[in-house]
């Protein structure tokens, strides 16, 4: 199976951008997506990209995608204490088939 | 968006009795649902796979005859923990793909359950 690998913790202040890293093994993904997980709450889809595309911006979010690599990045401009939250990228095909999810990275905003 | 529900969003219960847990899409048909489970500080780990009409795929190490999961229509799927333990504690995530668009799965809200 997929293997995702995401950093454990990320601290940044009030107004920086925060740069959110995943790396994974399996290539045929045909999506690969980014969700907020705030505490005690479910998952809120952030954004997502196609596997064939390289960058996908949308307002404060960029996500790249280095297939390459097998590396996937989620970059917040301007971020705010409200983006404190926990950030999973995951990996799928069709809505068939469930996602792989990384680890989850802690996102910590200081004011 | 899609909006998917859960219910209970949190219960408490004793050990040896069951839970119930609802998901449901609430304006869109999901052919497929998906059961996650996730403990604290750590990831989601998929339990199982349900698919309208038929039996639940499990993952290997999930135990069927304790996690019940019955998909009766398009818009609802059922999670029924057995003879519910300590060790079951955990929250529970489903997420639903719609029939229509590329298959985008939304998530519900989560159950946290605590086995005293």
């Known amino acids: 199976g997929e293997d995702v690998e995401q950093s454990l913790f990320l601290s940044v202040r009030e107004g920086d951008s925060s740069v959110i890293n995943c790396t994974y093994t399996?290539?045929?993904?045909?999506?690969l997506y980014w969700y907020k997980q705030e505490p005690g709450a479910g998952l809120q889809l952030l954004t997502y990209i196609f596997s064939n595309m390289d960058m996908k911006q949308d307002q404060r979010l960029t996500v790249l995608l280095n297939k390459k690599d097998k590396h996937l990045s989620l970059r917040i401009a301007d971020t705010q204490t409200g983006d404190s939250a926990i950030y999973f990228c995951a990996g799928g095909d069709t809505g068939r088939r469930a996602l792989t999810f990384g680890s989850g990275t802690r996102l910590q905003v200081q004011p | 968006g899609a909006v998917v529900s859960q219910h209970p969003s949190w219960v408490i219960c004793k050990s040896g009795t069951s839970v119930k847990i609802e998901c449901r899409s609430l304006d869109f048909q999901a052919t497929t649902m998906f059961w996650y489970r996730q403990f604290p500080k750590q990831s989601l780990m998929l339990m199982a796979t349900s698919n309208e009409g038929s039996k639940a795929t499990y993952e290997q190490g999930v135990e069927k005859d304790k996690f019940l999961i019955n998909h009766a229509s398009l818009t609802l799927s059922t999670l029924t923990v057995t003879s519910a333990h300590p060790e079951d504690s955990s929250f529970y995530i489903c997420?639903?793909?719609?029939?229509?668009?590329?298959?985008?799965?939304?998530f519900g809200p989560g159950t946290r359950l605590t086995v005293l």
């Open positions: 399996d290539s045929s993904s045909t999506y």
């Open positions: 997420s639903a793909s719609s029939i229509t668009g590329f298959g985008e799965q939304f």
